[in-house]
């Protein structure tokens, strides 16, 4: 009988080394792990000319060191490790666990390494070994290089070091600042470690953030969320304050209210989170400047996951919203944290290995361990926003009934101090105060009115996002699906003749409908785009040309045609892309009801700009029936509509965002087109 192994290719090494972990970061920080796990107290990385091919790499540590065996047994088998979580090092410590593919990225960005140990079990004894990758490459097998671990007499302390010689790239600036930033946070530099583990690079960089890191200006935030989940899975909350007064309390039930009774199937967690207020009222009152602070929150904001003692990235990196934060932010603006206003830490600690690091380091597999420790997170955020958004409501109602209190009083004692007035001067004043406060009450029920009607839009606008969320990603979804399949079994089982007199216009008819409802959902998503209703700079044509497109599909089926003549030029305004899309849809819609009313035979919408050196004129004509039945004047105002069922919104809206954006409007009942022509003025920033 014949028998075989399985063998690996030299190539492996490259494979496993550099192709999986290409950022030298990850590599270098798996080494001073491994110092961690030996119950290092110092750790000490030193770069010299590694700006250039042929720098080297030391890495020092006086920690526990290995013998023989170890260097056999452990430092030398890759995929494996003999560290047991369940068992604290001497120092307390949880071991890592590393598999040794991350030291084998940072051993191989030279063409050398020399190891060089001394273990604590026999202080008197040196063990050193070398590796050569050259012979490596000249192999077809990794088993066919022996290497020599030489045993010599010593004297000296504990100490384990690795040299890394001639690196085979340069390390950049960059990296140096990345690397620096990681090794800093690796063992929660925020508090006194217990472990006392240090480690250190010696860069000027690694200077500049330890400095940094140093300030701790946690006594700045304005609130400090405090959550815990206890060994059996039950959480609880706390917030309190920048002078420590504690705000709001939770228990479990008060954190996941849709699942008050269920515990989170995950070990026991800390959450902390420290909120600032960036803004200059805030630190007005403070010994520290708001600048100092966002450069702090610059260099190490974000919520940073403690993995049994180290730092885990991504989590907390820059660009990394592992919590979506910035997400949540968008749905209640005024109260959320984001990435960049805080800064927090998940310490985990976990003996069952519950929580799995992916092969290449870069975080965690999500599997229900880790989803469960996330959602504990963001329904720690949410009940956070939650009471401080109702304490917000409160105080805007205060503030509304003390308002209208101070109004009444002050009226009163103007009311007061004219009657003290000569009757003379008193026949004078009194008409002139009773006509402003007259105006003064109708401009007040304007306003109410006004924001009414925007109550209703609101609510309106959410009812709609709903239904074209559900619409566009369900039901026309199904749809779609069922009629393209009836077409193309009709199309197998029936000959093209029948399948082209009987079935294929309906099947034609309901495809394009599908489409045209999409459409209005998609219109409607677009809308609503948190994104969009950000202030930026506006380009005006592209704005256009992409509320043409969206509503293609729907202008087909209605046999409208949408032409553009545009100006020369690129034209640019202060604003935001939904208030933009905003104005153009409504006059889109305005023109498509108007067809409805009287069709013309073949309809038309033509849009026209006329660029000046600092404003736009942008003209909105169809070949509808014009404005018929209703002054010019008053077709801008809310509820004015000739059309069945409308809504008599859609110009005010127009208006109204025209106004924001600093520009006018005016209409022509029947234009170039015969029907009605729509002319805005707007200031851009220019062309």
């Known amino acids: 009988m014949n028998t075989a192994t399985i063998r690996f290719s030299s190539n492996i090494l490259r494979r496993l080394g550099e192709e999986l972990n290409p950022s030298p970061e990850r590599g270098l920080i798996e080494l001073v792990k491994n110092a961690y796990d030996a119950d290092a107290r110092q750790c000490t990385i030193e770069l010299t000319n590694i700006t250039v091919p042929g720098g080297t790499i030391r890495i020092t540590d006086d920690g526990n060191g290995m013998d023989a065996d170890d260097i056999t047994e452990r430092w030398l088998v890759l995929g494996r490790s003999k560290k047991t979580q369940d068992k604290p090092t001497k120092l307390g410590r949880i071991p890592s666990g590393d598999k040794g593919l991350g030291r084998l990225a940072a051993l191989r960005m030279g063409s050398i390494v020399t190891l060089t140990t001394i273990p604590q079990k026999v202080q008197t004894k040196e063990y050193s070994l070398c590796i050569g990758w050259e012979r490596y490459e000249q192999a077809e097998l990794v088993d066919d290089i022996e290497l020599e671990i030489v045993e010599k007499s010593q004297t000296h302390a504990l100490c384990t070091k690795i040299v890394v010689e001639n690196l085979q790239t340069a390390i950049t600036r960059t990296d140096i600042k990345r690397l620096a930033r990681a090794i800093l946070l690796l063992a929660d530099p925020f508090v006194d470690n217990p472990s006392g583990f240090k480690p250190v690079l010696k860069v000027p960089e690694f200077k500049e953030f330890e400095k940094l890191v140093a300030n701790r200006y946690f006594n700045d935030a304005e609130f400090h969320l405090i959550a815990k989940v206890d060994e059996y899975g039950f959480s609880r909350a706390s917030v309190v304050d920048w002078r420590g007064n504690e705000l709001f309390k939770a228990e479990h039930a008060n954190l996941r209210p849709k699942k008050p009774t269920m515990p989170y199937h995950c070990h026991e967690i800390q959450f902390e989170l420290w909120v600032f207020v960036l803004d200059s009222p805030t630190f007005s009152t403070r010994t520290t400047t708001l600048r100092e602070v966002k450069k702090w929150l610059k260099a190490f904001g974000g919520v940073h996951f403690y993995y049994n003692g180290l730092r885990v990235s991504p989590y907390g990196d820059d660009g990394d919203d592992w919590l979506g934060m910035n997400l949540m932010r968008a749905q209640v603006h005024s109260v959320r944290p984001t990435t960049n206003t805080s800064i927090g830490r998940m310490i985990v600690t976990d003996t069952a290995n519950s929580l799995m690091q992916i092969t290449d380091r870069s975080g965690f597999i999500q599997n229900e361990a880790f989803l469960e420790i996330r959602q504990f997170a963001r329904e720690a955020l949410q009940w956070m926003a939650r009471r401080r958004q109702d304490e917000a ?194 006059l889109f819609n305005n023109s498509l009801f108007a067809f409805e009313r009287n069709p013309p035979g073949e309809r038309r919408i033509i849009i026209r700009t006329f660029i000046f050196t600092k404003s736009i004129e942008i003209h909105v004509l169809d070949n509808g029936p014009g404005i018929e039945g209703i002054s010019i004047q008053d077709i801008w105002l809310p509820g004015q509509t000739t059309t069945k069922n409308g809504t008599g919104l859609g110009l005010t809206i127009a208006r109204d965002a025209i106004t924001d954006l600093g520009g006018k409007v005016d209409a022509v009942a029947k234009g170039e087109l015969g029907g009605a022509e729509i002319i805005i003025y707007l200031p851009i920033l220019g062309a």
């Not at 925007?454 to 309106?460: E, G």
């Open 393 to 586: 409501e409160k105080k805007r109602a205060k503030m509304l009934a003390e308002a209208s209190s101070k109004s009444g009083l002050a009226r009163q004692a103007v009311k007061n101090a004219i009657a003290t007035l000569p009757e003379a001067e008193r026949s004078k004043v009194e008409p002139t105060f009773e006509e402003y406060d007259k105006t003064r009450n109708n401009e007040v029920e304007r306003l109410k009115r006004e924001i009414q009607l925007y109550r209703t839009l609101s609510t309106t606008g959410i009812t709609s996002a709903v239904f074209a969320h559900e619409s566009v990603n369900n039901p026309i979804k199904v749809i779609a699906q069922v009629i393209k399949s009836i077409r193309t079994r009709s199309k197998k089982y029936l000959s093209e003749d029948i399948y082209t007199k009987k079935l294929q216009n309906p099947i034609d008819l309901i495809i394009r409908s599908i489409d045209s409802l999409r459409v209005l959902g998609n219109v409607t998503l677009s809308l609503i785009d948190h994104e969009k209703r950000r202030n930026s700079q506006v380009d005006i044509h592209k704005v256009i040309q992409t509320v043409i497109e969206l509503f293609q599909p729907f202008l087909k089926t209605r046999e409208t045609q949408i032409i553009t003549e545009f100006g020369t030029g690129q034209p640019y305004l202060r604003g935001s892309i939904a208030a933009m899309e905003s104005v153009i849809t409504n």
